[in-house]
């Protein structure tokens, strides 16, 4: 703490620049940032959990042996992972109500619009990211396993039950972490349609009280400590699960 | 729907005003993209082989930088740099630059994780062996251990070009004229063809990633067949 005080006087003094954290930290500018901390993890946790349910969807429909399902799952991957999520963002919160039905759009102009859109955006992203991790994860287990089950009599379901997915499963889980990492930090593009998170918070408080130094800094360091915490547990898994992977 | 609208204003697209005024538009992006990857593999390789390195004071500045840029999201890095320099330099920065340099600087830190990651992936008897030659550890470096490392990280970079390509639009935020804010640009003017715009550039963006994407995945496998093995 003392370094990091010693740290900004150097900053004043070489910037020219008085930092004044009273003013962000206290009274309604730090309510807004704590608000903006909670719509950031509310929208990622709502996010993260369609994600996980259409990104399973998505890479079980590229195992199977299904050709239409196949070029579908395929082809939703590789146009969400290779399209711009800003732009997604605003695809479906300016374009996509030319699509939806008349009742479908009442409803969804009653709720919350913009963090509606966000989590549509979101989730579809990070859902397309996600598919590929599971998929890559199944392949990584070598075919003679299933093989090797099979001929020691269990059947395929078996197979995948006892033997191939609680591997596939710890391998994963790293990547997967990391996929809900970058969905928080995502998130923040959110801002740009309204969506009252952190990095909107922050830019607010800048035009509001022309302290944005102060703001920035504090969310970034909140943003940090979420990623620092998340890496930390990613090594701890890596160090303590990832040796009984057979290959 | 009104792909007239799409038609109509494709150019402003694709360049920009450019002929008239300034460049915008997919060339902007593009340009970006471009001027980002050179700046940051400078950085990303430093930042990578100092890493590696086994004094303290050389590995804790670069896993200090590399930590903390790939812990925050980039457009956090935009509005920094963007308001941080005309505090630095005194006079503001065009938004065009100052974006430029967030994305040197947010790129160069994952690009240190790649060439960490390659150098790592090398079989430790290629370094040994150059020792054992005569070669001091530098030269051992420059003429043995990066030229094959390099070489196994193209995929990775070519990925790498294909995220910052995308982020490109992030760049939308500070109000540079890019083919994002183009887009907004043409529907603020417009009003009545959203849908049609956005899945313009949708297409041209996922155009222009996949082509790369797809170049990566190809030459992982031809890599694959050249590599040394420990």
Sequence with gaps: ??????????????????????????????????????????????????????????????????????????????????????????????????????????????????????????????????????????????????????????????????????????????????????????????????????????????????????AFTISTLIYLCISLIVSFSINFYNKRYMRAVSY | MQWDIVIDNFPYLLWGAYPEGPLGGLALSILLSIGGIFGAFWIGLAAGLMRLSKRWYIKYPSVVYIEIIRGVPLLMLIFWFYFLAPILLGKTLPEAESALVAFIVFTGAYIGEIVRAGVIALPKGQMEASRASGLTHLQAMRYVILPQALRNMIPSFVNQFVSLTKDTSLAYVIGVVELTRAAVQINNRTLSAPMEIYLTILVMYFVICYVLTALSRKLEKKMARYQARG
């Design chain 1, 1 to 214: 703490m003392a370094a990091l005080r010693s740290l900004f006087y150097c900053f004043e003094a070489v910037l020219n620049y008085t930092f004044d954290w009273n003013k962000v930290l206290s009274g309604e500018y730090l309510d807004w940032i704590i608000s903006g901390v909670g719509v950031t993890l509310q929208i990622s946790a709502v996010s993260l959990a369609i994600a996980l349910l259409l990104g399973t969807a998505i890479a079980v429909m590229r195992m199977t042996k299904v050709k239409p399902l196949i070029w579908f799952s395929a082809s939703f991957t590789e146009f969400f992972r290779n399209t711009p999520l800003l732009v997604q963002i605003f695809f479906w919160y300016f374009g996509a109500d030319s699509l939806l039905p008349r009742f479908a759009l009442d409803w969804l102009y009653e709720q919350d619009f913009e963090f509606c859109a966000g989590v549509i955006a979101l989730s579809v992203y990070t859902a397309a990211f996600i598919a590929e991790e599971i998929r890559a994860g199944v392949n990584s287990i070598p075919k003679n396993q299933l093989e090797a089950s099979r001929a020691c009599g269990l059947t395929f379901v078996q197979a995948m039950r006892y033997v191939i997915l609680p591997q596939a499963f710890r391998i994963i889980v790293p990547p997967m972490i990391s996929q809900a990492l970058n969905l928080v930090k995502n998130s923040s593009l959110c801002m740009t349609i309204g969506v009252a998170e952190l990095t909107y918070m922050a830019r607010q408080i800048e035009s509001y009280t022309f302290r944005g130094f102060e």
